[in-house]
């Protein structure tokens, strides 16, 4: 068994980790920058070890020291977390090399699946369902006008080296062809050091849909059902559920197939996720494997009773995986929601600052994995989320009515958090009835967001506070309104976790 695991991220996931060390009694040992010294996760860690500048290219983005720091210190294992170095390919065949064992799948699995045009190959030959479109980049415009009228427009431009929305455009005809695909090079290109594009026919109105799964090395592999995660801006998440509202029992037994299908056929092992566009007639559409632990899993851990972070734990150690699929059950329903420092009065920009007063919040079905407490700097160099919010019910109606008064109760203070735009979430017929799709916040929210927000240089507070409480009052909900805990924020940034 792993005896010491050195944990390769920060903020809440790092703290995540932490609990699970514990209650396998494994030795935690955190990195932090120096930016983090006095965050939370250093300071529940059993070690902790300071690991580069604030930057996190030159801290937590640092291969070659976390894995000499992690020699150094007798680490058996090294855990990524989501984000930063989870799935780097490289790293993590610099870690299988060096001896340690890395949480996770392994670095070729990573590989196959990290490139989106070599993994849409891959899974067509396993008859895993995709979206009709290439499996190779596009060479040129002509090449790319030719195959859009071929599939017929409109269509999605995507970046063949990564995701999160980088590099991606919705392209309705031959006139807007060239301007998106040269734009959509040079955004992908920025971002993943890769310019090249593939062509997907566009699903009109599609709900996201994800299904975990686990898998041990000895080719054992199990899923823990399905993700409802169409509640994005940009493409990236901001509310999640499990189980999905939209997915009934054959749609269910046919989706968890196909994830498991996919996850084989890249000889797959520990925990993963595969991703899917699903129309409204319940066809469903590979979208993209995330190899790693996502940032919603708790949703899962809570209708399934599985400890995902053990599991990939005891996955690394080299156990068979103890659970059958026999015995994984739904119970009741778990909803996710991330709460980030964000400004809404400032472009949707991060919120820094330190907490000066953290009221969290409790009773039945509620759990908060958290990054924070009280007298936390929220600095400028990562990720601004705070913390998530999860509850849990007997039934999706119960599940909803929980995270209302959880929201409530919740209390940030130093730093502006995106808590009000929850509430507001939580509160619309399209999202209680669950006829909500990817462009949900799109089509209802934007629409109600001021025209001067979007260039906020004489936004005062008052008018924020004033705009807030009137939608939610509108919505027969209360707020409380201060001035460290008010507006939207960026609901969206999220540095390609998702």
């Known amino acids: 068994m792993i005896k010491k695991i050195l944990i390769a991220n920060r903020g809440e996931i790092a703290h995540r980790v932490i609990k699970a060390c514990r209650e396998l009694n494994i030795t935690s040992a955190a990195i932090y920058s120096e930016a983090d010294k006095l965050a939370l996760h250093v300071r529940r860690a059993d070690e902790a070890y300071l690991i580069g500048p604030s930057p996190a290219s030159e801290s937590y983005?640092?291969?070659?020291?976390?894995?000499?720091?992690?020699?150094?210190?007798?680490?058996?294992?090294?855990h990524p977390g989501y984000g930063f170095l989870s799935e780097n390919a490289e790293f993590i065949r610099m870690v299988e090399e060096s001896g340690i064992i890395f949480i996770g799948p392994s670095s070729k699995s990573v590989k196959m699946m990290g490139e989106k045009t070599s993994a849409r190959r891959l899974m067509k030959a396993n008859n895993v369902p995709i979206v009709p479109g290439t499996t190779e980049p596009i060479k040129n415009i002509e090449e790319g006008k030719k195959i859009s009228s071929e599939i017929g427009y409109p269509v999605m431009l995507k970046a063949a080296a990564g995701g999160g929305g980088k590099g991606m455009r919705k392209i309705s005809n031959d006139e807007e062809f060239e301007s998106a695909y040269n734009r959509a090079k040079n955004e992908s290109l920025k971002a993943f050091g890769n310019d090249d594009v593939y062509l997907e026919k566009f699903i009109d109105h599609p709900k996201h849909i994800e299904v975990q799964i686990l898998a041990d090395k000895f080719g054992n592999y199990i899923h823990l059902f399905e993700r409802e995660c169409s509640v994005q801006r940009r493409h990236q998440k901001v509310v999640e559920e499990a189980p999905s509202i939209a997915v009934d029992e054959t749609t269910r037994e046919k989706i968890t197939k196909a994830a498991i299908d996919a996850a084989k056929a890249c000889k797959y092992y520990n925990a993963g996720t595969i991703e899917f566009l699903m129309d409204s007639n319940k066809n469903f559409y590979f979208l993209e494997m995330n190899t790693r632990l996502q940032v919603e899993h708790p949703v899962t851990e809570m209708i399934t009773g599985?400890?995902?972070?053990?599991?990939?734990?005891?996955?690394?150690?080299?156990?068979?995986?103890s659970l059958k699929q026999e015995d994984i059950k739904i119970h009741g329903h778990a909803v996710e929601c991330r709460i980030y420092a964000e400004d809404v009065d400032n472009n949707f920009a991060p919120s820094t600052g330190k907490i000066v007063h953290h009221r969290l919040t409790s009773g039945p079905g509620i759990r908060i994995d958290r990054g924070i407490d009280v007298m936390s700097e929220v600095p400028i160099y990562y990720d601004p989320m705070l913390s998530k919010v999860i509850a849990w019910g007997i039934d999706r109606d119960e599940a909803i009515v929980r995270m209302q008064r959880a929201l409530g109760e919740y209390q940030i203070s130093g730093v502006i958090t995106n808590i009000p735009v929850f509430r507001w979430i939580l509160n619309q017929k399209v999202f209680i009835d669950g006829s909500f799709d990817i462009n949900f916040l799109d089509n209802d929210f934007m629409p109600l967001v001021p025209d001067k927000w979007k260039d906020t240089s004489s936004v005062e507070y008052e008018e924020i506070a004033a705009v807030f409480s009137a939608l939610l009052k509108s919505q027969e909900l209360e707020l409380s309104v201060s001035k460290n805990n008010v507006g939207a924020g960026n609901l969206w940034r999220d540095q390609n976790y998702e």
């Open 306 to 321: 599985v400890d995902i972070v053990k599991q990939q734990i005891k996955i690394a150690s080299g156990e068979k995986l």
């Open 61 to 78: 983005l640092n291969k070659e020291k976390i894995i000499k720091l992690a020699k150094e210190i007798g680490a058996d294992a090294i």
